[in-house]
């Protein structure tokens, strides 16, 4: 495929879901934006730059260049040079996730380079993906849980699980603002659409059932027990109120700590 001169190239950055968790004791901030041929997160906390924060970069719907982990400046910053933006094509979706030791902040964005448009509109926000990301290895767990036999690494086993669930919940919505953009920028069918809202509503309830069970098997445990493992004990009464009054679920919530 032929490239197009760079300075052609039109970027928009748009940074979707920035939502504090609770618990969070400084208000971390996680910015995304381009110059020229380059593109920058910026991280701070309080209004002031974090230097060492550790951020990983990943495709939600496809693998891109940018992907890796990665630890700011003393500027606060992770900056990626046109040697590793100059094969972006298209919208790229990306979540982007801090960790400070002492603050967690998930980002999910949208970089699009196109040599004559712009973004792609916002579209159906009831849409959905037929990506096979979100639910390539979680799915419903079959048995239930026992707890007679586990010990202190099992309990922060399931809670570990339990993040990386709820990181899966979070890129499937994000699939479904992604797959509203398409619809309305007429890039796939109202068919397409259809098949696609019903796989990806499939996998998130599938998500969301097996956190449920795990999350249950964790509340049978006292709150010394769990802090010992490593689990924040608001973080997870939160969840499951969340699950048991059905309401949504804040999907940029983590309950292991360090």
């Known amino acids: 495929m032929s490239k197009l001169p760079t300075a052609v190239f039109v970027f928009a950055i748009v940074v979707l879901g920035v939502v504090s968790l609770a618990g969070t004791a400084t208000a971390l901030s996680v910015t995304v934006a381009e110059e020229g041929s380059d593109i920058t997160i910026q991280v701070t906390e309080d209004g002031m730059p974090v230097d060492g924060a550790e951020v990983r970069v990943s495709g939600v719907t496809r693998e891109t260049p ?22 972006l094509e298209g919208v790229v979706h990306l979540r982007i996730t801090v960790d400070t030791g002492s603050s967690f902040r998930s980002v999910l964005t949208s970089v699009t380079r196109s040599p004559e448009e712009g973004p792609s509109p ?19 767990v079959e048995s239930r849980l026992d707890t007679s036999d586990s010990d202190e690494d099992d309990v922060r086993a399931q809670a570990e699980e339990v993040d990386r669930i709820l990181e899966g919940l979070g890129d499937a919505e994000f699939e479904r603002e992604v797959l509203g953009r398409d619809l309305a920028a007429g890039e796939i069918s109202s068919s397409e659409f259809y098949l696609s809202a019903v796989e990806n509503a499939r996998k998130s309830s599938s998500l969301r059932s097996g ?12 709150d010394e027990t769990l802090r010992e493992s490593g689990v924040r004990v608001d973080e997870l009464d ?16 983590r309950i292991v700590g360090e």
């Open 211 to 222: 956190m449920s069970v795990r999350v249950d098997y964790l509340s049978r445990y006292d």
């Open 66 to 87: 940018l992907d890796g982990e990665y630890t700011t400046t003393r500027d606060g910053e992770v900056r990626f040079r046109e040697a590793r933006t100059e094969d």
């Open 122 to 140: 916002m579209g159906h926000r009831m849409s959905m993906s037929i990506q096979e990301s979100v639910a390539s290895t979680h799915g419903m």
């Open 238 to 253: 939160e969840l499951r109120q969340e699950i048991e009054g059905s309401r949504s679920v804040d999907t940029n919530r």
